[in-house]
T-cell receptor, first 115, second 114 residues
Framework: NAGVMQNPRHLVRRRGQEARLRCSPM?????VYWYRQLPEEGLKFMVY????????ESGMPKERFSAEFPKEGPSILRIQQVVRGDSAAYFC?????????????FGPGTRLLVL | LAKTTQPISMDSYEGQEVNITCSHN???????ITWYQQFPSQGPRFIIQ???TKVTNEVASLFIPADRKSSTLSLPRVSLSDTAVYYC???????????????FGTGTRLQVFP
């Protein structure tokens, strides 16, 4: 059973370009979470999605950031017009979405560098 | 969502038992306590989760006193490969806002020496 997959693992963009980060949850998981981590800091929650629905986006910046989790295919975190401050590691986690207490399993992350 | 407090760093030697204590004074009745381990350049890895008393798995033990205002992660006989950052999190199941988002602190940086 493959774990959470993220790609690309490393992404370099110039200021003003778009970054698209992909996350494939574990098999059978229908809940996806995105977190951002700056160096020497803990992860910061960004958004929580279920299939075709955004449940909680309280951690998402109001502009330039968007996320989706379509019925088919991976979840996408999209950052438009990237700035240097967007450089960070972005982690995706998934959970089954079936129980009362659910463990989140994390992917290896995508390291975004904005030049 | 309850805030957690844990030591910034700890040092140990190979073969020793390491206990990392986390304070969560405002833990809610339906909150679980979860510990994650993170190596550099990797995503957090689930270690253990509990609600009360003691939980043990093949990797660690989790001790939770009756008042649940703190918890202790116990790593028996650590090795060099246990050098990592350990995060204590409190939350879930879905509360009134129907979310399971995890609130990470800065974690405890454990350094194991030979």
């Amino acid at each position: 059973n493959a774990g959470v997959m993220q790609n690309p693992r490393h992404l370099v963009r110039r200021r003003g370009q778009e970054a698209r980060l992909r996350c494939s949850p574990m098999k059978g998981h229908s809940h996806v979470y995105w977190y951002r981590q700056l160096p020497e800091e803990g992860l910061k929650f960004m958004v929580y999605l279920q299939k075709e629905n955004i449940i909680d986006e309280s951690g998402m910046p109001k502009e330039r950031f968007s996320a989706e989790f379509p019925k088919e295919g991976p979840s996408i975190l999209r950052i438009q017009q990237v700035v240097r401050g967007d450089s960070a590691a972005y982690f995706c986690a998934s959970s089954p979405g079936t129980g009362v207490e659910e463990t989140q399993y994390f992917g290896p992350g995508t390291r975004l560098l904005v030049l | 969502l309850a805030k957690t407090t844990q030591p910034i760093s700890m040092d140990s030697y190979e073969g020793q038992e390491v206990n990392i204590t986390c304070s969560h004074n405002n833990i809610a009745t339906n909150d679980y306590i979860t510990w994650y381990q993170q190596f550099p350049s990797q995503g957090p890895r689930f270690i253990i989760q509990g609600y009360k008393t003691k939980v043990t798995n093949e990797v660690a033990s989790l001790f939770i006193p009756a008042d649940r205002k703190s918890s202790t992660l116990s790593l028996p006989r650590v090795s060099l490969s246990d050098t990592a950052v350990y995060y204590c999190l409190v939350g879930g199941p879905r509360g009134d806002d129907n979310t399971d988002k995890l609130i990470f602190g800065t974690g405890t940086r454990l350094q194991v020496f030979p």
